[in-house]
């Protein structure tokens, strides 16, 4: 365990992030499961992850990206480094026509809700999957005949060493059932989707059947993964 944070700390307080220490995973993760992390910080800026990464490469330090935590399984012995977390903090959707930048700590739902408001289709299938941009596209997340790589433009990306990188839905590895195999030192931030206008009423029909077959998993009571899916699509009219 990793002893003196004051580097850590200096640059949460120049960046205005917060960091806990000792902070335990099962207050982040669906499962409710894990230890205590050595220091989790809640990243609110490319510059602050790039400050963070290049003192966990000169110090050697591990690290890890979390999202909203779903689908992952945190031991009870917790996590020997840093916990880089991508939530509310790094989360802004923007957009531009009919193209949506979002920040990679943007949820699924607030994307699905901005898009449908704004009488954008295309983002539908991932109703009701309560996980992150981060996380949804390094796995291909989707539902219901619908995943990240029908909608993904591109993503900037971030290594290890501060370089920066834009990464086009082509390059990426969807075969493989995950994005970004083969480039897990990257952490990225800012992905852009592309959608296509839509009546409200005809968007909203088919973003409704997604969310009530998927998105209400305040129903269980258990803490669940991602999300608890019945199976609708074969019965789901199409848009």
């Not at 591109?154 to 083969?182: E, H, Q, Y």
Request: charge should be positive; include cysteine; proline fraction near 3%.
């Amino acid at each position: 365990m990793m002893k003196n944070w004051q580097e850590l700390a200096a640059i949460c307080r120049t960046c205005n992030c917060s960091v806990q220490y000792a902070e335990p995973l099962r207050n982040h993760t669906t499962f409710r499961i894990g230890g205590a992390c050595s220091a989790f910080v809640n990243v609110n800026s490319e510059e602050t992850l790039r400050q963070i990464l290049g003192l966990c490469r000169d110090r050697n330090y591990p690290y890890l990206v979390l999202g909203n935590g779903s689908n992952i399984l945190a031991a009870d012995s917790g996590y020997a480094g840093v916990i880089l977390h991508l939530g509310k903090d790094f989360s802004q959707i923007r957009q531009d026509g009919t193209t949506l930048y979002c920040e990679a700590g943007a949820t699924l739902g607030r994307i699905g809700k901005f898009a449908l408001e704004e009488s954008l289709t295309g983002m539908e299938c991932l109703a009701g999957i309560p996980g992150t941009v981060g996380g949804a596209l390094y796995m291909n997340a989707g539902a219901y005949g619908g995943e990240m790589a029908d909608v993904i433009v591109s993503a900037r990306c971030m290594a290890p060493d501060g370089t920066i990188s834009v990464v086009p839905n082509l390059k990426w590895n969807w075969a493989t059932g995950k994005a970004f195999s083969g480039r897990t030192a990257e952490s990225f931030w800012v992905s852009s989707f592309s959608c296509k206008r839509a009546a409200m009423g005809r968007s909203k029909r088919k973003w409704t059947l997604c969310w009530e077959s998927g998105g209400q998993n305040s129903r269980w009571n258990c803490p669940v993964p991602a999300a608890l899916f019945k199976d609708r699509w074969a019965i789901m009219p199409h848009f």
